[in-house]
């Protein structure tokens, strides 16, 4: 599971992804599905950059603000961390690492779409002995702030 955010027209959003997966080694591409029903869709759509932000298995008070709450009500934002990243994108503080795409195509897959991306930037810390990304079992429980559909 990863938390994508979006910069653009002066707005920023962000939400919880269980779709995403590197596509290519070379040229290397990760490519990202976001929800249609997700304002995170909405400002992505306009975005040249994206950020992707790996969680730790002990973050899920943040996969929860991401995945649980919609930014149609909430500024997601006030309520964590954050930096002005590369080129005015939102980069997350809490994340084990993060990484700056820009956003090559972009791909309807239904009720989803795909952005294609080349990293540029990335960051992180290191990671503790025997720490967990955030899977997608771990994010049980957490109610979507827009149906899935």
């Known amino acids: 599971m990863y938390v994508v955010t979006a ?4 707005e920023r959003a962000g939400c919880l992804v269980g779709f995403a997966s590197q596509t290519s080694i070379e ?10 029903r997700n304002r995170t869709c909405r400002v992505a759509r306009s975005a040249d950059r ?5 969680l730790g298995r002990h973050q899920r008070a943040l996969a929860e603000l991401f995945g649980g709450e ?14 002005p990243g590369p080129d005015g994108t939102a980069v997350l503080r809490e ?15 239904g009720d989803h779409v795909g952005h294609l991306l ?30 899935a559909d």
Not at 7 to 10: D, F, I, P, Q, R
């Open 7 to 10: 910069v653009a027209g002066g």
């Open 27 to 36: 040229p290397v591409r990760f490519m990202v599905w976001l929800s249609k």
């Open 50 to 54: 994206l950020a992707v932000h790996l």
């Open 70 to 83: 919609t930014g149609d009500d909430t500024d997601k934002f006030a309520r964590t961390g954050w930096d």
């Open 95 to 109: 994340p084990v690492a993060w990484c700056v795409g820009a956003v090559e195509r972009r791909v309807d897959g």
């Open 118 to 147: 080349t990293p540029l930037w990335g960051g992180g810390r290191p990671a503790e002995e025997g720490e967990r990304v955030f899977r997608l079992s771990d994010a049980a429980g957490i109610t979507p702030g827009h149906p």
